[in-house]
């Protein structure tokens, strides 16, 4: 079965300045898609980013970019520029058929 | 607001007792699927719906079960609830239902099982 680790449970950044969080799946699967979404303290799940895994160029959406490594399974999310409404926990995803989440890591910052 | 909607908001009972989760999905959205989150952990996935049909089945316990309605809305019911249901249950919209799919999700409905 696939899985998803994100293996920082808490990270913490200053305002202004540049996070990554990091994410490993497990897959066998070569055609698969890959997802970051984040949980404010409203509970309410918001997209932030997607990647085709048969696309090489990452993915970027404004301040948020992906550093995608196929061959390493890795999949870690850069925020640049944090701003105090960046806070919130983060969850990256795997969906072949079914989506998979990870545990999340919780991101504070600091103004 | 994704427009996927959830009611009831939030729920407390009782163990052994059942109740019904409503889940109307985004207009033109043929796929609904059923995610748990326990405290501070991420979401499982429990089933999806496309089109009144079961497509895939996840991490739902026997004692759940769902349906999706001609109307395409969807209901998840829980019965003889144990204290370790108690969580917040999502619902999330999708076209195609494939795995290439923004899924988009509802606000969730907090059970609290007492």
């Known amino acids: 079965a696939q899985t998803v680790t994100q293996s920082q449970p808490e990270m913490s950044v200053q305002e202004a300045e540049t996070v990554t969080l990091s994410c490993t799946y497990d897959?066998?699967?070569?055609?698969?898609?890959l997802f970051w979404y984040k949980q404010p303290p409203s509970r309410q799940m918001i997209l932030v980013i997607r990647?085709?895994?048969?696309?090489?160029q990452n993915a970027t959406e404004n301040r948020f970019s992906v550093n995608f490594q196929k061959a390493a399974k890795s999949f870690s999310l850069k925020i640049s520029d944090s701003q105090l409404g960046d806070a919130a926990m983060y969850f990256c995803?795997?969906?072949?058929?079914?989506?998979?989440f990870g545990a999340g890591t919780r991101l504070t910052v600091k103004p | 607001d994704s427009g996927v909607t959830q009611t009831p908001k939030h729920l407390i009972t009782a163990t052994g007792q059942r109740v019904t989760l409503r889940c109307s999905p985004r207009?033109?959205?043929?796929?609904v699927y059923w995610y748990q989150q326990s405290l501070d952990q991420g979401l499982q996935f429990l089933i999806q719906?496309?089109?009144?049909?079961?497509?895939a089945k996840g991490n739902i316990l026997e004692r759940f079960s769902a349906q999706q309605f001609p109307d395409l809305h969807s209901e998840l019911n829980l019965s003889s609830l144990e204290l370790g249901d108690s969580a917040l249950y999502f619902c999330?919209?999708?076209?195609?239902?494939?795995?290439?799919?923004?899924?988009?999700f509802g606000p969730g409905t907090r059970l609290t099982v007492l």
């Open positions: 719906y496309y089109n009144g049909e079961e497509r």
């Open positions: 999330a919209s999708s076209v195609e239902g494939q795995g290439r799919d923004t899924q988009y």
């Open positions: 995803a795997y969906s072949e058929r079914e989506r998979r």
């Open positions: 897959t066998s699967e070569s055609d698969y898609y």
């Open positions: 207009s033109g959205d043929l796929s």
């Open positions: 990647q085709e895994a048969y696309k090489q």
